[in-house]
Structures are given as structure tokens and as C-alpha cells.
């Protein structure tokens, strides 16, 4: 079992920077594919950002390309999404997945991850 807990959401102006963290527990991450999801009111959830914590691969969705940055300290067991370039429309619960299945391209299939954090918001206003 892995738990992973979220931390570094709060409110922000448009323009402005976030680092989202993510601690794993329970078992080391350096053979887990790893990703960002977030839901927005009255919204799916979506992904943002996946990670392969050992060959350091990773994906992006193309509305936070440029903008978003998703790493990884697998010393510390932990995964980071810096946040640049912040607008109204990133307001979302942010939150962090793990699994041990290679994914590839389905990397944004939330039902493929088997472990979950609790989430964390972010609030962009304007």
C-alpha cells in the first residue's frame, strides 16, 4: 500500500506560482509511474501531469504545457508540480496518483491508478 498526501495548494493571483508536493508512504516510489489530476466545480476530473519516477519520462496535458513542470525526489519519496503562469481556469482540488502499471499514453485514465491522495485546492483569482 502507498499513501500519499498532498500539500502546497492555496490562493493566487493570475500570473502568479505554486509548488505542489506530494509525499509517499508505505513503499518507495522509484518503480511507480505517477501522476496530477484535478477537478474543478461542476467538472470531471482530468490529468495534468504523469511522471515515471524512474526514467524521469513525463506527460502533460496541453492546457498546462509550458506552464507546469511535474518532478520528482525519489530520495525523499515525493513528487513536486510547479506551477507557472497561473489562470482563473487552474482552480481546481489538485490531486496526486500512483500506480505501478505502465500506462503510456493512457496516463490520464484516472481509473488506472490505484493509489490516492486527499487533495489539495488551488484558488487563481484575478
Known amino acids: 500500500q502507498v499513501q500519499l498526501v498532498e500539500s502546497g495548494g492555496g490562493s493566487v493571483q493570475a500570473g502568479g506560482s505554486l509548488r505542489l508536493s506530494c509525499a509517499a508512504s508505505g513503499h518507495t516510489i522509484t518503480n511507480y509511474y505517477m501522476g496530477w489530476f484535478r477537478q474543478a466545480p461542476g467538472k470531471d476530473r482530468e490529468g495534468v501531469a504523469h511522471?515515471?519516477?524512474?526514467?524521469?519520462?513525463?506527460r502533460y496535458a496541453d492546457s498546462v504545457k509550458g506552464r507546469f513542470t511535474i518532478s520528482q525526489d525519489g530520495a525523499n519519496n515525493t513528487m513536486y508540480l510547479q506551477m507557472h503562469s497561473l489562470r482563473r481556469e487552474d482552480t481546481a482540488v489538485y490531486y496526486c496518483?500512483?500506480?505501478?502499471?505502465?500506462?503510456?499514453?493512457?496516463?490520464?485514465?484516472?481509473?488506472?491508478?490505484?493509489?490516492w491522495g486527499q487533495g489539495t485546492q488551488v484558488t487563481v483569482s484575478s
Open positions: 511522471i515515471h519516477i524512474r526514467d524521469g519520462i513525463t
Open positions: 496518483a500512483a500506480t505501478n502499471t505502465y500506462l503510456g499514453l493512457m496516463w490520464d485514465e484516472e481509473r488506472l491508478y490505484d493509489y
